[in-house]
């Protein structure tokens, strides 16, 4: 997937010339540009409540970022990437973004939020450094018997084309 994305990136002033030549809309060509800058593979890990979604997540950073009990934690698909600066962002589908504190993400503490919300954590880690173009998802638990917790999974999922199930 990395290939492919260097490869259009390299090929961007070529087709940057075509659609000049096209007279295409140049708002799309912005976008297109921006959408592959912040390309990135998302990969939720999917299970049950409890199977140790978030406890791996934590253990792959090397530090306790992530809520983890044995009660259903994590209430919102949350989404983990690298990035030089730190950033905690509640994300609306209709609404503005809400910058977050590491307090109210490990308490899961959002406050009310619409069907379709989900969470950005962008951080310095190593580990996320070294997975470049790939985005860990931290996902709520299936069969938690928390209709939120099914519906923010049912959301979610089609922002994705890769999955790691875990038991």
Known sequence: MLHEQVFLKESFPRIEVIWAAHNFPLEELAALRAELNEFSVRMPLIGSFSAGKSSLINFLLDESLLSVAVNPETCLPTELRFADDELLIL????QEAVPLDRAALKAQEFG??????WVEVATPSPVLAR???MTLVDMPGWESGIEQHSEAIDNYLERSSAYCIVV
Request: glycine share 16%.
């Open 91 to 94: 994300h609306h589908p209709a």
């Open 112 to 117: 009310k939020f619409e069907s379709g919300s």
């Open 131 to 133: 997975l470049d173009g």
